[in-house]
């Protein structure tokens, strides 16, 4: 693409944005996005969780990127995963192989 033809882009792009801006939403796409609820975890679960993916509390500390004392906490239950965590856990719970597969974790 040379310089004109990303000019013209640019400038085309703008003038929908502006459109958009001022109401007339013809020409811009739009998409609605629905982001489902953070699941909470309790202890056990968070204990079970680490067991069927066949790690450590260092190793799933790694995984989770915390530390060890915090993976301890969370599955005594005197503290609680925060959002981030809590989406990471959800993800692992539904695909306990993400972290392989993406070679995150090696077995």
């Known amino acids: 693409m040379n310089e004109d033809q990303l ?23 739009k998409k609605t996005v629905a982001i489902k609820e953070l699941a909470t975890f309790s202890a056990q679960e968070i204990k079970d969780l680490r067991l069927q993916m066949n790690l450590t509390q ?39 192989h993400v972290a392989e597969d993406q070679q995150i974790v090696s077995v």
């Open 7 to 29: 000019f013209h882009e640019l400038k085309t792009s703008l003038g929908q944005a502006i459109e958009y801006a001022e109401g007339n939403s013809t020409k811009a796409r």
């Open 58 to 96: 260092k190793s799933f500390a790694a995984l989770m990127g915390v530390s060890t004392k915090t993976v301890e906490a969370w599955e005594r239950g005197t503290n609680h995963p925060s959002g981030t965590a809590r989406r990471l856990l959800e993800i692992l719970k539904n695909e306990p």
